[in-house]
C-alpha cells in the first residue's frame, strides 16, 4: 500500500516540505473519534491526538485535522503518534455550523468542514418521503463551493410511482452533475457507483438519515460493515446507524467515505457559488437589461420574463433568491 493510494499527488509532496527533514510521517486521517484520530502511514495505522499547539494557533474549528485531511505525525511507542501539522486541503465540503447560538444579539457564524480532500460527492437521496428537490439544490450549491465534483443518486425507485418523472426534476437543476436511478439492494446496480472508482480518488457518500447510505457502503464492500436501521413510518426519517465519518480504502482501488446523515444544512461560502448549481438561472441573467438586476421587479428582466413564459418555476426562483439572501447573510455576519 502506497500514499498514492490513499490520494498523496504532487499537491500535497509541495505542501510537505517545510516538514521534510522534520523526522515526521506524512498521514491520512481515516477515521476521527470524540478525542483521537486513527491516520495511514507507510509505517502503519496509527491512533494519533493532536499537538497542543495545533490547538492553540487555530482561529477555529477550520484550522483542525478531520477526516479525509493529510498531517505531519510524529511516531510513538505502542502505535500512537502526535499530529504536529495540517497539510492546506485541496478540496473540503463546508457547512455553516449547526445549533448556532446568538452572540452580542447576532447569530453566531463559524464553518464546519464535513469532508476533505473529496474528488467526488454522491449525494444520495431517497424516493420515498426523503425526495426534496430544494434540499438537493443546496447540496448542489455546497458542492459548487468544496472543489469537488457532484453525482446524483435517486435511491429507493422501488418506493416511488413515477421515479423517471423524479429523476428529470433533478436533471432540470442539476447542472452537469449526473443523476441515476438506484436501487441500493440489487447488487448489479452497485456498477454505476464503481464506474465512478479510481485508485487515488475520494468519493464521499452525503445525504440524510435514511436515504440508504449505508445500505449503499455495505453493498460495494460485500460485507454487513455498518449497521442499517428502520425508517421511520411517521416521518420517513432514518435513525443515525452512522456515527462517525470513516475512509475506507477498496481493493481494487478509490476510497469511499462514509459520513453520518446531515438533517441541517446551513450553506458556506459566497453567491459565485450559484453560478453552477443555479446556471439556468444565471444563463438568463445574463440578457438582463441591467448588468445587477436583482431579478424581481426591474424593467427589462429576462429571468421574470422566462418565469411568465413557462420558462422558469416560480420554484425554482423562490429557491434561488432564498439561497442567494442566505448567502448574503452569511457575508454579513462574517464582517
Known amino acids: 500500500m502506497t500514499l498514492e493510494d490513499w490520494g498523496w499527488s504532487p499537491f500535497f509532496t509541495e505542501k510537505m516540505k517545510p516538514w521534510e527533514k522534520s523526522g515526521y510521517l506524512p498521514a491520512k486521517v481515516i477515521r476521527a473519534e470524540k478525542n483521537y484520530f486513527r491516520v495511514w502511514t507507510l509505517q502503519g495505522e496509527l491512533t494519533v491526538r493532536f499537538a497542543g499547539k495545533i490547538r492553540h494557533k487555530a482561529d477555529s474549528r477550520v484550522d483542525l485535522p478531520v477526516v479525509g485531511d493529510w498531517v505531519m505525525v510524529e511516531p510513538q511507542t505502542g502505535q500512537r503518534g502526535i499530529i504536529h501539522a495540517l497539510l492546506e486541503r485541496k478540496s473540503s465540503f463546508s457547512r455553516n455550523l449547526p445549533g448556532r447560538r446568538k452572540t452580542k444579539g447576532q447569530e453566531r457564524v463559524e464553518q464546519q468542514v464535513i469532508a476533505a480532500n473529496v474528488d467526488l460527492i454522491f449525494i444520495v437521496s431517497g424516493l420515498d418521503r426523503d425526495f426534496n428537490i430544494r434540499r438537493i439544490e443546496r447540496y448542489l450549491t455546497l458542492v459548487s463551493s468544496s472543489g469537488a465534483d457532484a453525482v446524483v443518486l435517486l ?24 443523476v441515476h436511478l438506484f436501487m441500493a439492494r440489487e447488487a448489479e446496480q452497485l456498477d454505476i457507483l464503481f464506474n465512478y472508482m479510481q485508485p487515488g480518488k475520494t468519493i464521499a457518500l452525503l445525504g440524510s438519515s435514511g436515504v440508504g447510505k449505508s445500505t449503499i457502503l455495505n453493498g460495494m464492500l460485500g460485507e454487513e460493515r455498518q449497521k442499517i436501521g428502520a425508517v421511520s413510518q411517521a416521518d420517513g426519517k432514518g435513525r443515525h446507524t452512522t456515527t462517525h465519518r470513516e475512509l475506507i480504502l477498496f481493493p481494487d482501488g478509490g476510497i469511499l467515505m462514509d459520513n453520518p446523515g446531515m438533517r441541517e444544512l ?6 459565485d457559488d450559484l453560478t453552477e448549481s443555479f446556471s439556468d438561472i444565471e444563463t438568463l441573467a445574463a440578457d438582463c437589461k441591467f448588468t445587477d438586476c436583482r431579478h424581481k421587479t426591474e424593467p427589462g428582466c429576462a429571468v421574470t420574463k422566462a418565469l411568465e413564459t413557462g420558462n422558469l418555476s416560480s420554484e425554482r426562483l423562490v429557491s434561488y433568491h432564498k439561497l442567494k439572501d442566505e448567502l448574503l447573510n452569511l457575508k454579513q455576519q462574517k464582517k
Open 266 to 271: 446551513h450553506l458556506w461560502g459566497d453567491t
Open 155 to 178: 435511491n429507493k425507485t422501488d418506493l416511488c410511482e413515477n421515479p423517471e418523472n423524479c429523476k428529470a426534476r433533478v436533471e432540470a437543476i442539476s447542472g452537469n452533475a449526473p
